[in-house]
């Protein structure tokens, strides 16, 4: 159910086909806006989502699909404090989301796209990686990420390659990483927050030379 603090986008549905996803994540399909080539829709996979709650069996067959809906939990972890600001250091790394869309497959969610110099989609780093190395400007790019995750202390989940692209700016952006399931008290706690992003930069080290290793 879409939380009716969030306006819609835009109120007329928009038709969007499966085979022109520019994405497909474990839970959602990634579209470009058809009228707005600069944003991205997401939206959820409702069935395959019911699918997964099913087949865990138990108490997870009573569990709404809103529990895994990452459109739903990451709309949440948008409301939190550190990204209530137009700081243009805070939307560096990160995309705006602009509100809710409705679609003939269910609401999605509106996003900055980002793109290459040719117009396709940003690649992500695990690729850029594993086809070019660790180049001094990639290098540099990684570093910055770090402290800004430091700086901004934004509450996430684990950001790895997958879910980082180069975009065209130089920067990296994160995504999909905001989606979480824990979204509570904790977050609101500085040295919680700061212990989370040193786990947080740790992971995204480990599984950058992984990353590399595999080239």
Same mark, same amino acid.
């Given at each position: 159910m879409i939380? !009716? !603090?969030?306006p819609l986008f835009d109120a007329n549905a928009l038709t969007l086909n499966i085979q022109d996803a520019i994405g497909m994540g474990n839970r959602r399909w990634v579209f470009q806006h058809p009228h707005h080539p600069h944003l991205c829709i997401k939206v959820a996979r409702q069935a395959h989502i019911r699918?997964?709650?099913?087949?865990?069996? %138990?108490?997870y067959r009573l569990m709404p699909n809103t529990w895994r809906d990452d459109n739903v939990l990451e709309a949440r972890a948008y409301t939190q404090k550190a990204l209530t600001t137009e700081d243009?250091?805070?939307? +560096?790394h990160l995309p705006h989301m602009y509100g809710w869309q409705a679609?003939?497959? %269910?609401?999605g969610l509106v996003f900055d796209y980002y793109q290459d110099a040719d117009g396709k989609p940003a690649p992500n780093l695990q690729g850029v990686l594993q086809t070019q190395g660790l180049t001094n400007a990639l290098e540099t790019a990684i570093d910055e990420l770090h402290r800004y995750m430091r700086t901004t202390q934004?509450?996430?989940?684990h950001p790895g390659p997958p879910?980082?692209?180069w975009a065209r700016d130089g920067h990296l952006k994160l995504i999909d990483c905001l989606g979480t399931y824990t979204m509570g008290w904790q977050h609101h706690i500085r040295p919680f927050r700061r212990k989370r992003?040193? +786990?947080?930069s740790a992971y995204l080290t480990t599984t950058i030379n992984a990353a590399i290793a595999a080239q």
């Open positions: 939380p !009716q !603090q969030d699918e997964q709650l099913n087949t865990k069996g %138990g108490l243009a250091y805070i939307w +560096r679609t003939n497959l %269910g609401p934004i509450w996430m989940r879910n980082i692209v992003i040193q +786990r947080h």
